[in-house]
């Protein structure tokens, strides 16, 4: 299994920036997919989840309004689409898949992790 994150990079205060999570060697279609972030020497934390067929996502509430999650199951891909970012959005953003469907909320209930992209929100 493979979850290849991409898309994070250096932007300023209130750009917006669109992470992409692409899968490969699992059953996407059936998956729950979730972003978590890390920031440097907190814990890894949940920013949002979606179901495995797209029709239920969550986020966290430092996020909520400003971030939206969403699934290409055709392409086997997830998004994160992120606007009005802020300095403390700053992380390693994660992708994590979880197979029986529903989306992991929490690190331990992730089956498989993507290696990352940094996010840096900077004036």
């Known amino acids: 299994v493979q979850l290849q994150a991409s898309g994070g990079g250096l932007e300023t205060p209130g750009d917006s920036l669109r992470l992409s999570c692409a899968a490969s060697?699992?059953?996407?279609?059936?998956?729950?997919m979730a972003w978590f972030r890390q920031a440097p020497g907190k814990e890894r934390e949940f920013v949002s989840g979606?179901?495995?067929?797209?029709?239920?996502?969550a986020y966290a509430d430092s996020v909520k309004g400003r971030f939206t999650i969403s699934r290409d199951n055709a392409k086997n891909t997830v998004y994160l689409q992120m606007n009005s970012l802020k300095p403390e959005d700053t992380a390693v953003y994660y992708c994590?898949?979880?197979?029986?469907?529903?989306?992991?909320?929490?690190?331990?209930?992730?089956?498989?992790w993507g290696q990352g992209t940094l996010v840096t929100v900077s004036s």
């Open positions: 994590a898949a979880r197979r029986d469907g529903a989306y992991p909320r929490f690190p331990t209930q992730a089956h498989y």
């Open positions: 979606i179901l495995w067929n797209g029709a239920i996502t």
């Open positions: 060697g699992l059953t996407f279609g059936r998956s729950g």
